[in-house]
């Protein structure tokens, strides 16, 4: 089982350019996130999404936008990248009475 | 709104020893969920072990336990016969209970744990 695969797994964006982070999960779960981590603060919610067709902002959600228009599918898209977003981002998904979340292997991106 | 706080940036061990991680959060929530994540070089996110707010028995994974002072609301993470394959980050998190979905995650900023042959 592949569980949380996330595309790319590292990027060099120039400033200004847009870039879409795939996020594709096959547990059927209903629950999707993204987090991005950032030295010495840990990881942080971006935005989330409680079932397919739904989203709501999470704690630093400016200058992303997601959508959910099905179950395994979670891009995070960045339209007009900022130096400030160069972090380590995570995709997570959970479902189930035990709320684990399980995370993708992460993506790096550099803005320059 | 919830805080976890992790004290400790960076901790190293001898192999075999054992080490203890400190945790610990703020919230006015009664019921909810605490978790330490392994994060190694690789940079996955492991799920180390899990702790419900409404249990009083202290959660054990193998080698993995805490201890679980709701009072005191601290949660500390015990690694015992420490390997070097334990080096990693490591993260506390806090999860309210879930009413309707699920829940985010707020996490510590993390430990670094060093074991040393």
């Known amino acids: 089982t592949a569980g949380i695969t996330q595309a790319p797994t590292s990027q060099i964006l120039a400033a200004g350019r847009s870039m879409t982070l795939r996020c594709t999960q096959d547990?059927?779960?209903?629950?999707m996130y993204w987090y991005r981590q950032d030295l010495g603060l840990g990881l942080r919610l971006i935005h989330y999404?409680?079932?397919?067709?739904?989203?709501g902002k999470g704690e630093v959600p400016d200058g992303y936008s997601v959508s959910r228009a099905n179950t395994d599918d979670f891009p995070l898209t960045l339209a007009s990248a900022v130096p400030s977003q160069t972090s380590v981002y995570f995709c997570?998904?959970?479902?189930?009475?035990?709320?684990?979340?399980?995370f993708g292997p992460g993506t790096r991106l550099t803005v320059l | 709104a919830q805080t976890v706080t992790q004290s400790q940036p960076e901790m190293s061990v001898q192999e075999a020893e054992t080490v203890t991680l400190s945790c610990t959060y703020d919230?006015?929530?009664?019921?909810?969920?605490l978790f330490w994540y392994k994060q190694p070089p690789s940079r996955q996110m492991i799920l180390v072990i899990r702790?419900?707010?409404?249990?009083?028995q202290n959660a054990t994974e193998n080698r993995f336990s805490v201890n679980f002072q709701k009072a005191a609301k601290s949660f500390s993470l015990k690694i015992s016969d420490s390997q070097l394959g334990d080096t990693a980050m490591y993260f506390c998190?806090?999860?309210?209970?879930?009413?309707?979905?699920?829940?985010?995650?707020?996490f510590g900023t993390g430990t670094r744990l060093t074991i040393i042959p």
């Open positions: 547990m059927r779960h209903n629950a």
């Open positions: 919230t006015s929530e009664n019921n909810y969920y």
């Open positions: 998190a806090f999860m309210k209970h879930p009413n309707f979905g699920n829940e985010k995650l707020t």
């Open positions: 702790q419900e707010a409404y249990k009083q």
């Open positions: 997570a998904s959970s479902a189930g009475e035990r709320n684990e979340q399980f």
């Open positions: 999404s409680n079932t397919a067709g739904t989203t």
